[in-house]
């Protein structure tokens, strides 16, 4: 999960770096792109509550606090 969670902030890193290129290089579609880096933000943060579920369902079966990497 903390593996899967490394990938989909390289991923958002990505989309955001693309996007404010975007941003410069065309004016009239700013809002759309703005809204474009919100639901990929949106779904970095998933990935993060995704790990932190995670993390909780092995600290109930095994008492055992696991640190994110």
Request: charged letters at 30%; glycine letters at 2%.
């Given at each position: 999960?903390?593996?899967?969670?490394?990938?989909?902030?390289?991923?958002?890193?990505?989309?955001r770096d693309e996007l404010a290129d975007g941003i410069s290089a065309d004016r009239t579609g700013r809002q759309d792109?703005?809204?474009?880096?919100?639901?990929?933000?949106?779904?970095?943060?998933?990935?993060?509550?995704?790990?932190?579920?995670?993390?909780?369902?092995?600290?109930?079966?095994?008492?055992?606090?696991?640190?994110?990497?």
């Open positions: 999960m903390i593996r899967a969670d490394d990938e989909v902030d390289r991923l958002f890193e990505t989309v792109i703005m809204d474009e880096l919100m639901i990929a933000k949106y779904y970095e943060r998933m990935a993060d509550h995704a790990v932190n579920v995670a993390q909780w369902a092995i600290y109930a079966a095994t008492g055992e606090h696991t640190a994110q990497e």
